[in-house]
């Protein structure tokens, strides 16, 4: 570190760099969780103010936010290690602020044959686009000012601030839609919301720029001269397997998120503010016990062994939902600390497994491998849903999921204890 700047300053700016990503992201998580709410006016006729959309459409609005990040997220993360995160965090986020807009868009107001679902579905493409390779860059600014420190508390802290962005959405979605009277203005409010991520990265070039010419980064990037695709498929084993750990683990989250509060009204006969308040109890309390949890990863380590309890907390909590008589509370408690859980051992995982100038190509691969997850899991159940008229199956789908992500983490552990147990390290 630069004599000049003090270990305390060093911090500063590190912690200032993690707001400002972490405000941008939030906004995009805002922007994909948005829909849930309004998903009940979606389903609604035009005559009635709504779009006449059936469920698996509406769901396919999730699942078409994920089909081109399959192919571009692997680039985004090339491209964060060739030019570097201030300029793709501004490209990114830009991106995705874009989608934020085409989706409150309802052109056919003013144009006539226009068709209002697929101008939707264009700005959910392009938010999957820009908001998933952001992340890829973010993981690489934390990474870039944590390792070696306090990463795992940084990725929690990081993780509280993008849920809370989630949880705005889910639990004052409802609210919003009320206030303003019109579901289309709730989207316009969210697209304002998301311009001001761009600013934020803007800002952020600026404190990186200078953070790295007063050393105070851990990772100093360097033009890699080309890309480098072949790196993707040299990436370890245990890489490839919390992959697809986190594939199937999200798979049983975030397309759980999008139905509950339609399962809730449904199942439990709820008031669409009550559905919105119980399903973000998921997300109200993974915000206040990530970082927690991000804590005792720096202190203690034990990184798969935490995955393993996580992934085998979610195993009951979607079943006992259609299949016992349960408060929702309970389950969704439990589902909560899970989701705390698994992801502040699993992000601060991926620096250790690979080289610091591919990071931000394994944050990328691994976001493809999710994203084919999040694709295809909100479009199943939308099906699911339309062929049986219930959640019964949809359900025990999830319950699946958490079965699979049980044996995935339980086989990273076997593999990293037999190539010395790096991932029980503690943080320096």
């Known amino acids: 570190m630069n004599s000049g700047i003090s270990r305390k300053q060093a911090y500063i700016f590190a912690f200032a760099a993690l707001l400002l990503v972490s405000f941008s992201a939030a906004t995009s998580y805002l922007a994909y969780d948005i829909i849930a709410p309004i998903a009940d006016k979606l389903e609604m006729s035009t005559a009635e103010g709504g779009m006449g959309l059936s469920s698996t459409r509406v769901n396919f609005l999730y699942s078409v936010y994920s089909i081109p990040v399959i192919i571009f997220v692997v680039f985004g993360g090339l491209l964060a290690d060739k030019i570097g995160v201030r300029r793709s965090g501004i490209l990114f986020a830009a991106v995705f602020a874009l989608g934020t807009v085409l989706t409150a868009m309802q052109p056919s107001k003013y144009f006539d044959g226009v068709n209002d679902y697929y101008v939707m579905l264009s700005g959910r493409i392009l938010l999957g686009i820009g908001a998933e390779c952001f992340y890829v860059v973010m993981n690489k600014v934390l990474a870039k000012w944590f390792k070696d420190k306090i990463l795992a508390t940084a990725f929690g802290i990081n993780l509280f601030l993008c849920r809370a962005g989630s949880y705005l959405a889910l639990a004052f979605g409802a609210w919003l839609m009320d206030v303003l009277g019109s579901w289309t203005l709730t989207l316009w409010v969210t697209a304002a919301v ?79 503010m009550a559905a919105g308040k119980v399903t973000g109890v998921i997300i109200l309390l993974s915000m206040f016990t990530t970082w927690f949890f991000g804590l005792l990863v720096d202190k203690f380590g034990k990184r798969a062994t ?123």
């Not at 993707?232 to 998120?257: D, E, K, N």
């Not at 019964?392 to 995935?408: D, E, R």
């Open 194 to 272: 998301s311009v001001f991520s761009v600013l934020a990265m803007v800002a952020y070039f600026f404190l990186d720029r200078y953070g790295e010419r007063t050393a105070m980064t851990a990772i100093v990037e360097e033009d890699e001269g080309e890309f480098k695709i072949g790196e993707a498929l040299r990436l370890p084993l245990a890489f490839w397997v919390i992959s697809g750990l986190c594939m199937i683990y999200y798979s049983a989250v975030f397309p759980f998120i999008a139905i509950a509060p339609r399962f809730f009204i449904e199942h439990y006969g709820m008031t669409d």
């Open 306 to 428: 935490l995955m393993i309890i996580g992934s085998l907390m979610m195993i009951p909590c979607h079943a006992s939902l259609v299949l016992t008589d349960i408060t929702p509370w309970i389950p969704m408690v439990v589902l909560g600390i899970s989701f705390s859980l698994v992801p502040a051992a699993l992000w601060p995982a991926l620096p250790l497994m690979v080289k610091d100038e591919h990071i931000g190509t394994a944050y990328g691969v691994i976001a493809m491998v999710q994203n084919i997850g999040l694709f295809a899991f909100p479009l199943l159940a939308g099906i699911l849903r339309d062929s049986s008229g219930n959640y019964f199956s949809t359900m025990l789908m999830f319950s699946g999921c958490a079965v699979v992500g049980l044996l995935l983490a339980i086989w990273l552990k076997a593999i990293e204890m037999k190539q010395g147990s790096y991932l029980d390290r503690r943080a320096a």
